[in-house]
Structure formats: structure tokens, C-alpha cells
């Protein structure tokens, strides 16, 4: 059963930076591709960021590109999401979230197997 627990989280102001952390328990957890989602209050939760289990394909929402950068050290079972130019709109638990397959992306909540508890993010304008 994996684990995976979010750091990083906190408040800051518009235009700052921000660095999540998703480290997971499991010796396999390097073979699967992993998320970052966020939720704000009353919107449904959407996918900010993905990398594959190699670290070598990322994508992006739309809002965050040129912004956030997601990356992985396989070795110590670690995702990180570095988020710059905060913005208010950027204001969510941020959740991250493994793929349910090995070698498989996660695109949607759907291809999600696990999910952290949840890190909150809270950029004043």
C-alpha cells in the first residue's frame, strides 16, 4: 500500500515562490507516473502538473505553464512541484496523486490510484 505525504505548503505573497514536496513509501513507486492536483474551495479539482515514471515527459495546465516546473528524484522516492510568480487564483490543497498502473501517465483523476492528504497553498494578493 503506498503513502504518499505532501510538504511545503503555506502562505505567501503574489509573485512569490513556492516548493511542494510528495514523498511516497514503496520501493516501487519510481515505476509510476504522478500528479499534482488542486483544489480551491467550491471548483472541482483539476491537474496542475504530471511527470512519468522516468522524469523525461512533464505537462502542464494551461495556467501554470512558464510557471510552475514539476520533477523527481527516483532515489528518494520524491516529487517535487517548484511553483514561481504566484498568483491568488493559485489558492488550493494541492494533492498529489500516483498513477494506477506502472509506466502509465497520470492525465486525469481518473488514472489516479493514490492520493495524498493534501497540502495548502494560500497566495495574498
Do not use: H
Not at 492536483?37 to 496542475?48: H, I, M, N, T
Amino acid at each position: 500500500q503506498v503513502r504518499l505525504v505532501e510538504s511545503g505548503g503555506g502562505l505567501v505573497q503574489a509573485g512569490g515562490s513556492l516548493r511542494l514536496s510528495c514523498a511516497a513509501s514503496g520501493a516501487t513507486f519510481s515505476l509510476y507516473g504522478v500528479g499534482w492536483f488542486r483544489q480551491a474551495p467550491g471548483k472541482e479539482r483539476e491537474l496542475v502538473a504530471a511527470i512519468s515514471w522516468s522524469g523525461t515527459r512533464t505537462n502542464f495546465a494551461d495556467s501554470v505553464k512558464g510557471r510552475f516546473s514539476i520533477s523527481r528524484d527516483n532515489a528518494k522516492n520524491t516529487v517535487y512541484l517548484q511553483m514561481n510568480s504566484l498568483k491568488s487564483e493559485d489558492t488550493a490543497v494541492y494533492y498529489c496523486a500516483r498513477g494506477s498502473g506502472p509506466y502509465t501517465a497520470v492525465d486525469t483523476a481518473l488514472s489516479v490510484a493514490a492520493w495524498g492528504q493534501g497540502t495548502q497553498v494560500t497566495v495574498s494578493s
